[in-house]
């Protein structure tokens, strides 16, 4: 499996989307402090946040006896700069170069 797949992979749970958006709003959250906005077992959020870390997604680090999470927005940004900015580039030009003609014109 590559990178982008367990990245793909991570984001198609609803579950785990909303847990980085927690980590976006908050960084460095406990798995206790994560498990608080969700209906599901404390296992279940630790299973989600093992796939989220096996993507890269999430970092964690120990401070005492907390292990605290953190978001890592590269993998996005590299899944956006592969497949989606390559696909608004032309849209995008197109309607500079439209925004150019009409003032322009005027």
Do not use: C
Not at 60 to 82: A, M, Y
Request: no cysteine; hydrophobic share 40%.
């Amino acid at each position: 499996m590559t990178d982008d797949d367990r990245v793909f992979k991570a984001l198609a749970d609803p579950s785990r989307r909303f847990l980085l958006d927690l980590l976006f709003a908050r960084d460095g959250r406990t798995l206790t402090e994560l498990e608080s906005e969700l209906a599901m077992t404390r296992f279940g959020v630790a299973k989600h946040l093992r796939v989220l870390e096996e993507a890269g997604l999430v970092v964690t680090r120990r401070s005492g006896r907390e292990k605290l999470h953190f978001l890592n927005p590269v993998p996005i940004r590299q899944i956006h700069d592969r497949w989606i900015d390559k696909y608004t580039e032309h849209q995008i030009t197109t309607l500079i170069d439209l925004k150019r003609t009409l003032e322009e014109e005027s």
